[in-house]
DNA sequence: GTTGTACCGTTGTCCGACAACCCGACTACG
DNA sequence: CGTAGTCGGGTTGTCGGACAACGGTACAAC
């Protein structure tokens, strides 16, 4: 076989700005909290134009790494679980994924999911999930809007609870993805906040008792019992989640 | 209760910039593949320097929105479920999650997974499934690299064939979490190349047969032996994930 | 047909300047 | 004493202009 040469890269500035610091925020040689220099100061110690610098910043800026605290100093900070699950969900929406696709994600990831917390939970926290569920029993029938938060909060709850931070961020990005258009469901389905109610009473019972499979069964079909509403509501499932 | 005032917002330019564009692109009016003006005729058009609209520019770039062409103009991209995966991994590693969330986070979805293919997978993605399988085992088994890089293409081709970008993502960003910690694993473990063949020539009949509580079963006990390779090696499971 | 060359448009980088703003200190006033 | 003005210094945000580096194209030369 003919040798083949790789393309030589050359690397803006901007870039190399970011992937220093970046390297320095990464290795925890700049910890979290730690205040950056000024971008005057950055530009002189990178031996860089302070416009170079300030394109580097807004890279890291997007990515995360940095915010701008009290001042205007920027900042080193590490991505909170709900900011990772919001950017994913925005490349993914952006990316044009179904409803379907969301859904085969929600029936396959949050029956074990819940399987996981009847095994794990504690009491405690049985309770956070009991109280989230006696708030959306409170509600009238018709507050559309509220009901949709306390069904929400359940989830999100026990995804809390499961004291995990990568499930979190992907049962959060599921949260996200499909939060505006259940909404719109909810608000069209007379009976939603009983069958909710029941289904979710269900799930906390299982995950009370600490049955797995239980807690797995009822929470696959609370997911399914949400999905038919959109079959109800006449939303095609093959289409892209909007923005 | 009294009343509180918002903070006002001061926005800069340079993010001003960025929602517009970026609000044009995910509406479509800049559909994909479309070449961005140059920036000069942006920072026309936008009624701003070249400066701010190059700032907003490095934004874009970061949320995965535009990218540089074949020349150099910039391009609008759709960002791919690998993009979302990878930057997701980087920001949860960042974030510090540990080897026992990483696990249980693999625990929880993959078995899923796997049950899944075996209802949803047609013929030849069962024939891509086993050629990986047979790739793996005409390795020999010193060669950890390439085992490695075997073992990761089953789950690859598994996450790939369930044809749900969602998923996809998920599953992706999992494997790049292990992908490092686990080459040094099976590095250590002599038997480990006979280990992997056969618990995923076991999910592969399973597979096979459609039988999903099988597919399950396979794929958590593989997982769980995968695991199992880091008490041998001494890895601390609490420990941060490292980069 | 490949190589050399010249030109042009675009991006990357630099510089210098200034307004807007945050903050701390200090003063004046009630 | 405490609150409201005022001032000054430090920092970010924005501007404009300048030029080198580079990609692409067109055309001539070998």
Redesign the interface.
């Known amino acids: 076989m003919a040798h083949t040469f790789q393309p030589v890269k050359r690397v803006p500035l901007?870039l190399k700005v970011y992937k220093a610091i970046e390297a320095d925020?990464?290795?925890h040689r700049l910890p979290e909290n730690t205040t950056l220099p000024t971008e005057t100061e950055l530009s002189e110690q990178l031996g860089v134009t302070r416009?170079s610098v300030?394109?580097?910043i807004?890279?890291l800026?997007?990515?995360?790494?940095v915010g701008r605290g009290a001042g205007k100093r920027l900042v080193v900070k590490?991505?909170?679980?709900g900011?990772?699950a919001a950017?994913?969900s925005?490349?993914?929406?952006?990316?044009?994924?179904t409803f379907q696709?969301?859904w085969?994600?929600l029936s396959?990831?949050y029956?074990?999911?819940a399987a996981?917390a009847a095994e794990t939970f504690a009491p405690n926290q049985v309770e956070d999930l009991g109280a989230s569920v006696a708030n959306l029993d409170a509600l009238a029938p018709t507050d559309h809007d509220a009901i949709v938060r306390a069904a929400f909060g359940f989830f999100q709850t026990l995804a809390v609870g499961?004291n995990?931070?990568?499930?979190l961020?992907?049962l959060q990005?599921?949260n996200i993805?499909i939060e505006a258009s259940l909404a719109r469901v909810i608000a069209k389905t007379p009976a939603a906040k009983q069958r909710i109610y029941e289904a979710q009473t269900q799930i906390l019972s299982a995950i009370k008792a600490q049955d797995r499979g239980l807690a797995e069964q009822w929470m696959a079909r609370h997911i399914d019992d949400l999905k038919r509403g959109y079959d109800v509501a006449g939303i095609d499932l093959s289409e892209p989640v909007d923005?």
Request: without cysteine; charged residues 15%; proline residues 4%.
């Open positions: 901007y925020i990464l290795s416009s300030r394109e580097g807004r890279l800026e997007q990515a995360g790494l590490r991505p909170q679980a900011d990772v950017a994913a925005k490349s993914l929406v952006h990316g044009g994924v696709e969301v085969q994600a396959t990831l029956p074990s999911a996981l499961l995990n931070r990568v499930l961020t992907m990005s599921l993805l923005h």
